[in-house]
C-alpha cells in the first residue's frame, strides 16, 4: 500500500502530546515510519505507532500492525511494545 501521498510536513515523535494524540494522528506517524517519509523507514517503530494508533481506537491501524508483524521477528515486536509501553507512560 503506497503511503506516498503523506504530507511531507510530519514530524514523528515531535509535537504529538501521549494524553492528546488521535488515533489517526498516531496511525499517520506510523504510516511514516512504515514508508520512510521525512524520516528513515523503521519497521518497529511502524508497529509502535500503529499499535499505539489501535489503542486509541483507530481501527484501519490493525491492519498495518500486523503487516509490520509479520516482517518483524519476535524481539523487534516486543521491541516495539516496549516502545509503546514507554510512550504511554509519558501521560503519567
Known amino acids: 500500500m503506497p503511503y506516498s501521498d503523506l ?3 510530519i514530524a514523528p515523535e515531535t509535537g504529538l502530546d501521549s494524553q ?3 488515533g ?3 496511525y499517520r506517524v506510523g504510516l ?3 514508508e520512510g517519509v521525512d524520516c528513515e523507514q523503521d519497521l518497529i517503530a511502524a508497529h509502535k505507532w500503529f499499535n499505539l494508533a489501535v489503542l486509541r481506537g483507530y481501527d484501519d ?3 498495518c500492525r500486523q503487516e509490520m508483524a509479520d516482517m518483524l521477528d519476535k524481539e523487534d515486536i516486543k521491541s516495539a511494545l516496549a516502545a509503546a509501553r514507554a510512550w504511554l507512560q509519558l501521560a503519567n
Open 24 to 26: 489517526e494522528e498516531l
Open 61 to 63: 491501524a490493525k491492519i
Open 20 to 22: 492528546t494524540a488521535t
Open 7 to 9: 504530507a511531507t510536513d
Open 32 to 34: 511514516a515510519y512504515s
